[in-house]
């Protein structure tokens, strides 16, 4: 079967077109981390969800800080990523999921591994399939040292695929994704 490169060209030229008129600028997101107009485009279909969900033995069960857990059985060559809140809903320990009320506050610390953290490397982003949306500009005002503490910050309800990165000063990256559920809806 021949590729459809007409309509490959169009779903592009609507990515880049039609998408950034309806993505706030970083400057404007008035606390939102995802703004409601952005949660149309990344919040997670059933199907989605389901895509993501790996049930392990403790799915289900809120947990303090699982990623200690997650450490042992996976230990990453980069900087550890250690998220305080909001509170896990599973140990699964390649699909952790967040459970939070918006607004919600997020504690996440990284680490030393190998090697000091380089903050400056640090990637959050949301996404759904090929839609990727950097939430890095919107986070970097609540970094303090090696720790990441926003708090009353705003989502909108929903599901969402969000990605952490963050390197070392030797290079060596952790990259990990979560999927957050979020209620209570601001708009």
Not at 78 to 93: R, S
Not at 107 to 112: A, N, T
């Amino acid at each position: 079967m021949k590729p459809n490169y007409k309509f490959s060209l169009v779903i592009l030229a609507f990515i880049y077109a039609v998408i950034p008129g309806k993505i706030l600028a970083d400057d404007q997101f008035d606390n939102f981390i995802i703004t409601p107009e952005e949660a149309t485009l990344l919040h997670l279909s059933d199907a989605d969800w389901e895509k993501w969900k790996r049930l392990s033995p403790g799915a289900g069960v809120p947990s303090e800080v699982p990623e200690m857990d997650r450490i042992k059985k996976m230990p990453p060559s980069g900087p550890i990523i250690i998220i305080h809140k909001p509170q896990y809903v599973n140990y699964d320990i390649e699909d952790p999921i967040l459970y939070s009320n918006s607004p919600m506050d997020l504690l996440v610390v990284f680490e030393k591994n190998e090697a000091p953290v380089n903050i400056k490397s640090l990637n959050v982003w949301a996404e759904n399939g090929i839609i990727k949306k950097s939430l890095t500009n919107r986070l970097i005002s609540f970094i303090d040292g090696d720790t990441l503490n926003a708090e009353s910050i705003k989502f909108p309800s929903g599901r969402f695929l969000v990605g952490i990165s963050i390197s070392d000063t030797i290079g060596k990256e952790t990259r990990k994704k979560y999927r957050f559920l979020i209620t209570n809806d601001n708009k």
